[in-house]
């Protein structure tokens, strides 16, 4: 993982999410893994309790997109990513 991105608006992750940025958001379905896919993210990390669509899970596999989740809110969530990951 490289650094924390984090917004729901998917046109401004495909232009904006650096390759191998940890995507924070609420959305978790196939779209926002396909954006994901575009953007190279590491991974996405679906914030306040959202559950991600089968169908997500499903392209995330093909993909090889790693999905987490958490009940934090994104803002929490995000610090807890860059805690974790030593400041990145």
Do not use: H
């Amino acid at each position: 993982m490289e650094g924390i991105y984090c917004c729901d608006l998917l046109s401004l992750v495909m232009g904006r999410a650096k390759a191998g940025d940890c995507w924070v958001t609420v959305m978790g379905n196939v779209n926002a893994v396909a954006v994901a896919t575009l953007a190279d993210a590491a991974c996405i990390l679906l914030a306040e309790g959202m559950a991600f669509d089968p169908a997500a899970v499903e392209r995330a596999r093909q993909q090889g997109i790693a999905l987490l989740r958490t009940e934090l809110p994104v803002y929490e969530a995000a610090r807890l990513v860059e805690q974790l990951g030593g400041g990145l």
